[in-house]
């Protein structure tokens, strides 16, 4: 991710798979310690039984690392490429126990992942012909926003801020709790200043008052013309003329995304490229 350092991502990444290993396995896997050999070798495949675009090979790769440095895995299939029923993505062959302790964490973060990642595909296919471009949100599951961001961005889109740190987004509850737009930005900008930070500032606007509001002020990265219509929108991007960035937000749908794109902004965002999903069907099948 862009706004990600490779140190973060990795971090992020190490933690994601040790808590979701924490909270599967605890004390131990009993159920393969019982029956299967500590010694016991094997292999697997990776099977799609869907359509759709697969996301979620990298992230395999981590677990099995994590889980079993020696575990071997054969990639055929890579993150971003088009899949269908009976495609195998990979083989991972070594430890059996390892393979089965890994599994579910595999299965779960790629059906999710792939999901989102085709959806995205969906909507950025879409936008093809203008030049908005797809965001996604925060409106993530807790606690796997890294897998979940990173599969918008394998299906073509591209990723709003990571979390509440790293840009600043002053909302409609800000703005109100604040007293309104201009007081919002002031103490925004004395809070930036003071503090030595340098991040990015998206204003939410819910009129054409407000907008006026915002233009007053320099540094402004991108307005977010919230739940205004398509024929207002096109007025707020003529208001804005390039002063800065312009983000359609609010009633978003696959239906009337393009309608949005055509009058203008430079970006879309949508919550249910996340939220709204049904995961691809992947199985992990013994050889």
């Known amino acids: 991710m862009v706004f990600l350092s490779k140190d973060f991502f990795k971090t992020e990444l190490h933690r994601i798979i040790s808590d979701a290993i924490r909270e599967d396995v605890g004390d131990g896997d009993h159920s393969s310690l019982a029956c299967i050999p500590s010694e016991a070798e094997g292999k697997a495949k990776l099977l799609v039984k869907d359509t759709g675009i697969i996301a979620g090979v990298d992230f395999a790769k981590a677990v099995f690392?994590?889980?079993?440095?020696?575990?071997?895995?054969?990639?055929?299939?890579?993150?971003?490429?088009?899949?269908k029923y009976g495609d195998i993505v990979f083989h991972v062959s070594g430890n059996v126990q390892s393979i089965l302790k890994s599994e579910r964490l595999v299965l779960n973060g790629m059906q999710r992942m792939s999901a989102i990642a085709t959806k995205t595909q969906k909507y950025a296919q879409q936008l093809e012909g203008t030049h908005t471009q797809i965001l996604d949100?925060?409106?993530?599951?807790?606690?796997?926003?890294?897998?979940?961001?990173?599969?918008?961005?394998?299906?073509?889109?591209?990723n709003h801020r990571?979390?509440?740190?790293?840009?600043?987004?002053?909302?409609?509850?800000?703005?109100?709790?604040?007293?309104g737009i201009s007081n919002?930005?002031?103490?925004?900008?004395?809070?930036?200043?003071?503090?030595?930070?340098?991040?990015?500032?998206?204003?939410?606007?819910?009129?054409f008052e407000e907008i006026e509001k915002i233009l007053k002020y320099d540094?402004?990265?991108?307005i977010l013309i919230?739940?205004?219509?398509t024929e207002d929108t096109k007025i707020a991007v003529d208001m804005i003329g390039g002063k800065c960035l312009t983000e359609s937000s609010g009633g978003i749908t696959f239906q009337?995304?393009?309608?949005?794109?055509?009058?203008g902004v430079d970006f879309v965002s949508s919550g249910a490229l996340t939220h709204s999903i049904s995961n691809m069907d992947l199985s992990l099948k013994a050889l």
């Open 162 to 179: 990571f979390g509440l740190y790293d840009m600043i987004m002053l909302k409609d509850n800000h703005i109100d709790y604040a007293g």
């Open 226 to 229: 919230d739940n205004f219509s």
């Open 137 to 158: 949100t925060r409106k993530t599951t807790p606690g796997i926003r890294l897998l979940e961001k990173w599969a918008v961005r394998i299906g073509g889109g591209v």
């Open 256 to 263: 009337n995304l393009r309608s949005y794109a055509e009058c």
């Open 65 to 83: 690392q994590q889980v079993d440095p020696e575990l071997i895995m054969d990639e055929h299939i890579k993150d971003g490429n088009t899949v």
């Open 219 to 222: 540094g402004v990265y991108r």
């Open 184 to 207: 919002a930005i002031e103490r925004t900008k004395k809070y930036l200043k003071e503090n030595n930070k340098n991040l990015k500032l998206v204003v939410e606007a819910r009129s």
